[in-house]
């Protein structure tokens, strides 16, 4: 066989390997209940979920609680269904965290002593900007 030939085909297997690992970890963009629903089902894939922080009735951001140690805390985030759940991040807040627009938490449902609750493995800030087009940044 000719060596162009044993380059090429394992140029493709290399590419093919390439498209199965990225599909392979895929997450996937759900709601609250969308993705309760699909860690009760077993998914054990990260969940993106796109929501703002908890405000009160005179827009003052509630519902974050660091832990003792400041390395790590909880927030109430209201998904875009309108669902509050409390989120776990066991790391400490990203800077800009409580000027963001929008946040984006990934991560899934995890079960603890009977209790339920999302575990966010990673935080995207949408923050305020004076440009129009603004993107999502990793904290």
């Given at each position: 066989m000719?060596?162009?030939?044993?380059?090429?085909i394992?140029?493709?297997a290399?590419?093919?390997?390439?498209?199965?690992?990225?599909?392979?970890?895929?997450?996937?963009?759900?709601?609250f209940?969308?993705?309760?629903?699909?860690?009760a089902n077993?998914k054990?894939?990260?969940?993106?979920v796109v929501g703002?922080?908890h405000r009160?009735?005179?827009g003052?951001?509630?519902?974050?609680?660091?832990s003792e140690s400041?390395m790590e805390f909880s927030f109430?985030?209201?998904?875009?269904?309108?669902?509050e759940?409390?989120v776990?991040?066991?790391?400490p807040?990203?800077?800009?965290f409580?000027e963001s627009?929008?946040?984006?938490?990934?991560?899934?449902?995890?079960q603890?002593?009977g209790?339920q609750y999302f575990l966010?493995?990673?935080i995207?800030?949408k923050?305020p900007?004076k440009?129009e087009d603004?993107?999502?940044?990793?904290?």
């Amino acid at each position: 066989m000719k060596t162009s030939r044993i380059i090429l085909i394992g140029a493709l297997a290399a590419l093919a390997a390439i498209i199965m690992v990225n599909f392979g970890n895929a997450s996937t963009y759900a709601n609250f209940t969308e993705a309760q629903e699909m860690a009760a089902n077993g998914k054990k894939k990260s969940i993106h979920v796109v929501g703002a922080l908890h405000r009160d009735e005179n827009g003052e951001i509630t519902g974050i609680l660091p832990s003792e140690s400041q390395m790590e805390f909880s927030f109430l985030l209201v998904d875009n269904e309108g669902r509050e759940e409390k989120v776990y991040y066991a790391k400490p807040m990203p800077a800009d965290f409580m000027e963001s627009e929008q946040v984006v938490v990934i991560g899934g449902y995890r079960q603890e002593n009977g209790e339920q609750y999302f575990l966010a493995e990673k935080i995207l800030l949408k923050c305020p900007s004076k440009y129009e087009d603004t993107e999502f940044r990793e904290a």
